[in-house]
């Protein structure tokens, strides 16, 4: 632009033609010698280069040419945009640039095209520049969890074209954008009910399945990202606690007794009495218990019979209690008290301190009843006949006849 003010230095060195030259002395009212008076139109008579018709410096604030405007750099525009392409060469006497194909904004990266200007509507991903930012819009998508993976479903535009801005992003997929760890990238943990990665299912483990029965060893399990464990050496349920026989697996059916864990309950089935007042033995029919063991406190162990389930103070081996007619150890009669005959006439002598275990005092050496006043000689006791004049007190009531 330094050649177009140099040239204006001339003209302001040189009047044009038929116009007042500066400094022509004698015209009465001229102050500036610029031959134009102020009545005449000069609307600064203290500046010799400010009269009508002088040469009007474009942009430097001053209306040398008296038309009450400046002069003005204008950018020529072709394609009536209102916005102008490269430099701003062209003057505009009133400094307006509202001629016809000029424009006071340049900018216009494209003047043959009025769709194309700063500011314009830049269509997203047409491969051109229409808001002259240097870059084509581009069309992202909502990303609003933050994971770089937007739904697919809310599209943006991204003026800058790189979808980089906060909530944008170029890739699609998330099948859950409320969530940053759930999107195509991200790792999917098995068995949790959660689809991570975003392929329409949860991941699975995979079990080492070595006798075919659906169930593996839950050692050395590997996850599948599709769910599907279709190797025939490898199941999608584990658990198995015996891996050499497809008889045995979860839920297998369980055979009592069989000194194996059919069902991988931890334990072989066995059967247990039912124990009806919690003493540890049980009667009746007896019940299966899944777990091996006959400890929960309505069962008891095979064989444990007892006499009386009503009774906890009644089971096999329980202290006995003489003389109360009940069988508390369950060996088939109460035990009694007797007396002790030494002869074995049927009568005990002293006091009943011999204790029966089969319900009577039928035993050797043993008397249901007392009073034999001498338990040496089996004739002489309560009900023997009394010798008259023997000296001996055959009936034990204490007189000798």
Do not use: K
Not at 16 to 36: Q, R, T, W
Not at 296 to 303: K, L, S
Not at 334 to 357: F, H, K, L, M, P
């Amino acid at each position: 632009m330094s050649w177009r003010i140099a040239a204006l230095a001339v003209l302001l060195v040189g009047c044009p033609a038929g116009g007042p030259s500066p400094g022509v002395p004698g015209v009465p009212g001229d102050g500036d010698g610029d031959g134009v008076t102020a009545s005449d139109g000069d609307c600064d008579d203290s500046r010799p280069d400010v009269f009508p018709g002088a040469p009007d410096v474009p942009g430097d604030g001053v209306d040398q040419d008296c038309d009450d405007a400046d002069a003005g750099w204008c950018w020529l525009d072709g394609d009536g945009d209102g916005f102008g392409g490269g430099a701003a060469d062209q003057v505009d006497p009133r400094g307006t640039c509202t001629d016809a194909s000029l424009s006071a904004q340049g900018g216009d990266c494209d003047d043959t095209s009025d769709l194309v200007f700063p500011g314009g509507d830049d269509l997203p991903d047409d491969g051109l520049d229409q808001d002259c930012n240097g870059v084509d819009a581009a069309s992202c998508f909502g990303d609003a969890d933050a994971d770089g993976w937007g739904d697919g479903d809310v599209g943006v535009v991204d003026p800058d074209g790189n979808c980089t801005d906060d909530g944008q992003t170029d890739r699609s997929g998330d099948c859950d954008d409320g969530d940053p760890d759930t999107h195509p990238d991200a790792v999917d943990p098995p068995g949790d009910g959660l689809d991570q990665d975003c392929n329409g299912i949860d991941a699975a483990w995979c079990y080492y399945d070595g006798d075919g029965d659906g169930f593996g060893v839950d050692s050395g399990a590997e996850p599948a990202v599709d769910a599907v464990c279709d190797n025939p050496l490898l199941a999608d349920q584990g658990g198995d606690c015996d891996d050499s026989s497809a008889a045995i697996h979860p839920g297998a059916e369980e055979i009592v007794d069989n000194g194996f864990d059919d069902d991988c309950s931890g334990a072989d089935a066995t059967l247990c009495l039912q124990d009806g007042d919690g003493d540890g033995f049980g009667v009746g029919e007896p019940v299966v218990e899944v777990d091996g063991d006959c400890v929960e406190p309505d069962r008891a162990p095979p064989g444990a019979e007892d006499c009386d389930d009503a009774d906890a103070s009644s089971f096999p081996f329980a202290p006995e209690i003489p003389d109360d007619g009940i069988d508390q150890d369950c060996s088939g009669a109460d035990r009694v008290t007797c007396w002790y005959d030494g002869d074995e006439d049927g009568w005990g002598s002293g006091t009943a301190n011999q204790i029966s275990d089969s319900g009577d005092c039928s035993g050797a050496n043993l008397a249901a009843q007392g009073g034999d006043c001498d338990d040496s000689v089996g004739s002489i006791n309560p009900q023997a006949q009394e010798v008259p004049g023997d000296g001996i007190d055959n009936n034990c009531d204490g007189v000798n006849e």
